[in-house]
């Protein structure tokens, strides 16, 4: 079993509809989740993070952590064809361990909007 | 404010060749971390440095790479001697606290080893 599973893609939507990401983990002592958006040929850019269960918002973009079912999801509303990218999730164990620094990647979904 | 550079952005060697990475992160950010994406596959940590020392290099695959990071400024990641499977791209990144922190990425070195 992967570390950080993404649900498997490409995923398509419709220009202004809503897109939907998930990603599950497996070490139930991470603490620090991340997504990252990824354009062709590109490096990560983040885009969200969350640490506590429940949603945050940013602007189009909404984070949302289950720490219980171990699961962080990502929402676009109102898509564009601007983020049509492939999309990361990571997952960081605490502050405080020595490997509290290390980022651990799923797949990436790659995300297609179409005008 | 400068993001995190790395040099160069590709590298062709052939196998049994020696390959050195550079990477120079934001200024002031103690953490710098090494990563790589081998062809489709996820991006690997490699090892993680807080300022000249090495915290966690748990990802390192073998003996043939050696990170550096002398007076805790730009670092270095040689591959001796380079093998067909080290190709995929290295991204180098930094940050200026371990754990909530987000971690900010430079552009990646695109390395083929032919």
Same mark, same amino acid.
């Given at each position: 079993q992967k570390e950080v599973e993404q649900n498997s893609g490409p995923l398509s &939507? %419709?220009?202004g509809a809503i897109a939907s990401l998930n990603c599950t983990y497996s070490d139930r002592g991470?603490?620090?989740?991340?997504?990252?958006r990824q354009y062709s040929g590109k490096s990560p850019e983040?885009?969200?993070?969350?640490y506590s269960? /429940? =949603?945050?918002?940013d602007g189009r973009f909404t984070a949302q952590l289950n720490k219980a079912s171990q699961y962080v999801s990502l929402l676009i509303r109102d898509s564009q064809p601007s983020d049509s990218a492939t999309y990361l999730c990571a997952v960081n164990m605490p502050g405080g361990y020595t490997n509290a620094?290390?980022?651990?990647?799923?797949d990436g979904t790659t995300l297609t909007v179409k005008p | 404010e400068a993001g995190v550079t790395q040099f160069p952005s590709h590298s062709v060697i052939e196998k049994g060749q020696t390959v050195t990475l550079r990477c120079d992160p934001i200024s002031g950010h103690d953490n710098?971390?090494?990563? *790589? *994406? &081998?062809? /489709?596959?996820e991006i690997k940590f490699l090892l993680h440095f807080v300022k000249e020392s090495k915290q966690d290099e748990s990802g390192m %695959?073998?003996? *043939?790479?050696?990170?550096?990071?002398t007076g805790g400024t730009y670092s270095t990641l040689k591959v001796q001697p380079a093998?067909?499977? =080290?190709?995929?791209?290295y991204f180098c990144a930094s940050s200026p606290r371990v754990g909530r922190g987000e971690q900010f990425f430079g552009p990646g070195t695109r390395l083929t080893v032919l």
């Open positions: &939507v %419709p220009e991470s603490q620090s989740f991340f997504w990252y983040l885009i969200m993070s969350i269960n /429940g =949603d945050k918002e620094g290390k980022s651990t990647f799923g | 710098l971390y090494w990563y *790589r *994406r &081998v062809m /489709g596959k %695959p073998n003996n *043939r790479f050696l990170a550096e990071r093998e067909l499977e =080290d190709s995929g791209v």
